[in-house]
């Protein structure tokens, strides 16, 4: 096995009317598993093409010391039903079943026999199971499924396929949190080498050994997870802070000693002659050290050190309604059902002044749902939900739906405040929208933009509870943080959905969770996933995976 899985020397790409990386030099060794991390649009998923040779590098090299590799693709298109697409992982042994179906040669049919081609479809089965994928969504078409189900049958593919190296780009995106929990154990179980992109803090956090950030200049490595990634960039700034600081003294004060030699040179010029042997040596002993003086500045300006970069922030202080009433809205006995299916029902709570209440659950348990029936978008099949007349509701749609289909990503701020052109380009630039940025048609905007113009646009509404759906999607690492930063000090209430646990953990003081029945918990996120379950418990859940898994085994 090479010492080095994954080798990238100097690269550079360019677009065509840009560089969009360039001096990207890192290495990646046999069994680790390293997160790669970057601002939206810096050429994450670029980068990841290069290594799977969908493009080629303007320069530099990539060595590859990998066999096979699978990829988990953040966006992928497939017609074929989701068990065919597992079985296709394995080519070699679906061709050799393939061929052997639809011929009547013995030495093709053997060949198929030899590798096991005819277990193929009880592996894919198997695999599918493991990433708790129902049976009854195996024959639909991968198109059709959910985020997170295309996602667990991507998943399904890798565990078939076996490779020794891994690319998961955004493998968390729609994953509820039982299969997050699934992915980061058979992460950390495993021995392939995996190197992926994630915006998730908790499942960098759980997975990395390392952590590469990836900046338009270069590539830096850091050891460890993502808080000691925190740690050691705030360490580097610190440093370089006090260096750029004792070095513009250093400048400074050559500038004050060279302007001082200058007056002291002249002030000896002034006063020599030929006939004055002693004011002539002084002039040029001056003019000596003013010279020395002047190469040590230029030395200084040589090797110096760059100002420390702050990250652009989102300054943002959000305005609620002000609202006298206690209670916002009550749900009573509530439940919810289509195509004969039933969400959940007897759901009974209120929401309280100062509530923050995160909804979890499986996909598919209707948190969605229930954000739209508070919402008012949908009427509940059985029970009342009563909201108080003055409250005034903000909603993020975890479709952006409510954003216009037209225009620059100026027009849709404009479109639902009154402030002026001036301050709205304010405003934006505040939301990392820079200069001509403004202008870009919103057609055209990357969902991370989408999703800082959804916020913007949330910020302006004046709502006194604020119902997020997802929204974290899209959003790069540092902007997350802001985001939340700016959600914490709101003075208004929160209900939200969100697969990201630093988000929930941060925010949330209430939580209910939707898994067949509602439960509503008087503690956030964070508190309720740390009360351990039952041993009891512990052993029934372990059972019914191991059923799931194998069949269940009557021992009467």
Known sequence: MPAEILSIHDVRFDLPEQTLFQHISFSIRPGEHVALVGANGVGKTTLFQLILKQFQPTEGNIFRGYTTIGHVAQYLTSSAPAIRLVEQADRLRYQAREAALHTSSLEIYQTALDLDAFSLEADAAR????????????????????????????????????????????PTNHLDSETLDWLINWINQTAITIF??????????????????????????????????????????????????KQEKTRKELKRMITQYQNWHQQAVAHASERDPYAKKKAAKQAKKFKAKEKQLEQTIDHRVAKPEHPASVHVAFEAASFAAKQLFTLDKVAFSYDGRTLFKKLTFSMQQGDRIAVIGRNGSGKTTLLRLIQGELDPTEGTITRHPALTVGYFSQALSNLPVSGSLLDALLQETTISETDARTLLACFLFRRDQVYKPIAEASMG?????????????GARLLILDEPTNYLDLTTREQIEAALDVFPGELLFVSHDRYFNDRLSNRTITLDGEATVHPVGTKPLREQQPSDIQAIQHDLKRLDDLTGTIDFD
């Open 196 to 245: 992926y992109v994630s915006h998730e803090r908790a499942f960098i956090d759980a997975t990395a050994d390392a952590v590469i950030e990836l900046t338009p200049h270069q590539a830096t490595r850091y050891k460890g997870n993502y808080q000691a990634y925190r740690q050691q960039k705030e360490q580097e700034r610190l440093t370089q802070e006090r260096e750029y600081e």
């Open 449 to 461: 933009e989408r999703c800082r113009i959804a916020f913007l646009r949330l910020y302006f509404s």
């Open 127 to 170: 695999a599918l199971k493991e990433v708790q994928l129902p049976e009854h969504v195996w024959l639909h078409s991968f198109d059709t499924l959910s985020g997170g189900e295309q996602t667990r049958i991507q998943l399904a593919c890798l565990l078939v396929k076996q490779p020794d190296f891994i690319l998961l780009d955004e």
